[in-house]
């Protein structure tokens, strides 16, 4: 087959996401934006076909994938939202509930660790002092309050690692690969499905797809592109979305820009501390300058200590939401040890003394 292989999601995911993006930026609304659509719809199959035939069929297969990701926008803002079934959001929310109500009674004494807990794992900062979230946002750690990949990821990390104890053969795989999925879909689902979560969800149900493939080769940009594509097709007014535009911006300057800073600080065959300190700034670097046009854009502003902050917050964050969720899944077996509530209370003290630091400077 010559030109463009229909498989290399790479490929057409361009086309699509610029379809969806020029759909968006166009004036046009509601049913206004049916007929140029259609119209466009006729001339592009007339294209397509024409291209083909003169053997161009990279061109062709790129501008179908670009008309999909117009009509598929188009669709979007014709049908609007759809509305989620009432039942399933009394579910969501009772679940929620029995959550927040478990990490109230896991550290009953200390309202500032539980608050905190309750803001990494569910996105409620309610239980937060004013104080606490100003310090978050000077010292430039306002993303860490903000459900994303990040807390995914290291609960998927977490699920990974917990489950290993079903062995490695085929079926026990299989049903592995299985349970993460469907905790990691009831923990997004509870919390709002936020796009940045959405994003990590995706990329979660691609590895572990690829995890059952046995000899296939896994790429992040694939992996990149098939969650940007799909995402966009379930919901393309989410393009619109900051969260979302800063997902998959950060995503794009690690799998871009980070491989390449890290080469700076060659590997050795020992431990090397400063190595694993370059690698945290080279990956909070990358993060930086692709998502900094759009901050820059929409809050006229850049958190000047973003290196600090993300070296030190970052690591105490991820330890203390691997903390929290086998504190609380513990507290739930009524077998929590004092030991793990005194260091999540430590870890979260240390975590808000950093910060209030930072935003001091």
Request: net charge positive; proline share 4%; hydrophobic share 50%.
């Amino acid at each position: 087959m010559t030109g463009l292989e229909a498989k290399d999601i790479v490929a057409v995911s361009i086309p699509f996401t610029v379809g969806v993006v020029v759909a968006a930026l166009l004036p046009l609304r509601g049913e206004s934006f049916l007929w140029p659509a259609l119209a466009a719809s006729v001339g592009m199959v007339a294209m397509y076909a024409a291209l083909l035939k003169k053997g161009k069929g990279t061109v062709a297969i790129m501008c179908l994938y670009f008309l999909l990701g117009v009509i598929c926008s188009c669709n979007g803002q014709i049908c609007g939202n759809m509305h989620t079934d009432s039942g399933t959001v009394i579910a969501n929310e009772a679940a929620l509930g029995k959550l927040l109500a478990l990490i109230e009674r896991t550290w009953p004494d200390s309202p500032e660790c539980s608050g905190l807990v309750k803001a990494l794992l569910t996105g409620k900062k309610d239980a937060l002092e004013a104080g606490t979230i100003e310090a978050f946002r000077k010292s430039g750690a306002s993303h860490i309050l903000a459900l994303s990949g990040l807390h995914l990821g290291v609960i998927y990390s977490f699920l990974s690692k917990g489950l290993a104890v079903l062995g490695n053969s085929r079926i026990a795989s299989a049903f592995r690969s299985l349970l993460i999925v469907a905790l990691s879909a009831f923990y997004v689902k509870m919390t709002g499905a936020s796009p940045s979560l959405v994003r990590a969800f995706i990329f979660i149900c691609v590895n572990e797809a690829a995890g059952q493939s046995p000899g296939r080769k896994r790429s992040r940009m694939s992996a990149f592109s098939t969650a940007l594509t799909v995402q966009l097709a379930l919901d393309p007014g989410v393009v619109e979305s900051l969260s979302f535009q800063l997902s998959y911006l950060a995503m794009l300057g690690i799998l871009c820009l980070y491989p390449r800073l890290e080469q700076w600080y060659p590997a050795s065959s020992r431990m090397d501390l400063m190595r694993k300190i370059w690698k945290s700034m080279a990956l909070s670097i990358s993060c930086q300058i692709f998502t900094a046009p759009a901050v820059w854009f929409r809050f006229g502003t850049f958190p000047k200590c973003f290196l600090l902050t993300n070296l030190l917050s970052l690591p105490l964050t991820e330890v203390l939401i691997m903390a929290s969720v086998t504190t609380l899944t513990l507290e739930a077996m009524g077998i929590c040890p004092e030991m793990m509530q005194g260091l999540c209370e430590m870890l979260a003290r240390a975590l808000l003394n950093c910060l209030r630091t930072i935003a001091s400077l």
